[in-house]
Nanobody
Framework: QVQLVESGGGLVQAGGSLRLSCEAS????????IAWFRRAPGKEREFVAV??????NYADSVKGRTTISRDNAKNTTYLQMDSLKPEDTAVYYC??????????????WGQGTQVTVSS
């Protein structure tokens, strides 16, 4: 059974930092792309970042303030977020998809971790 478990969310003041983690189990982690998404209150879910084969891609809204990384030995993907803004407030989700399924829907999702940035 595949599981993705996010952690690291919390309440932080504007300008602060958080590091989110996504630990995966039940899959061959090194063969899966892991991406981060977020859903802000009253808004649609949006893409945040993805890392695969040394290549990263970030949403414009977080570019320059966010770093995605992964540790295949720990089956974990990280999202380091700096210079946080109130508009970064959202539930953050990680998602996994086999690397051969480019363009297909993400297969697995975590339960989400809340990030709240106060002004």
């Amino acid at each position: 059974q595949v599981q993705l478990v996010e952690s690291g969310g919390g309440l932080v003041q504007a300008g602060g930092s958080l590091r989110l983690s996504c630990e995966a189990s039940g899959l061959s982690f090194s063969s899966f792309k892991i991406a981060w998404f977020r859903r802000a209150p009253g808004k649609e879910r949006e893409f945040v970042a993805v890392l695969w084969s040394g290549t990263t891609n970030y949403a414009d809204s977080v570019k320059g303030r966010t770093t995605i990384s992964r540790d295949n030995a720990k089956n974990t993907t990280y999202l380091q977020m700096d210079s946080l803004k109130p508009e970064d407030t959202a539930v953050y989700y990680c998602a996994a998809r086999h690397f051969t399924k480019t363009g297909r829907p993400w297969d697995y999702w975590g339960q989400g971790t809340q990030v709240t940035v106060s002004s």
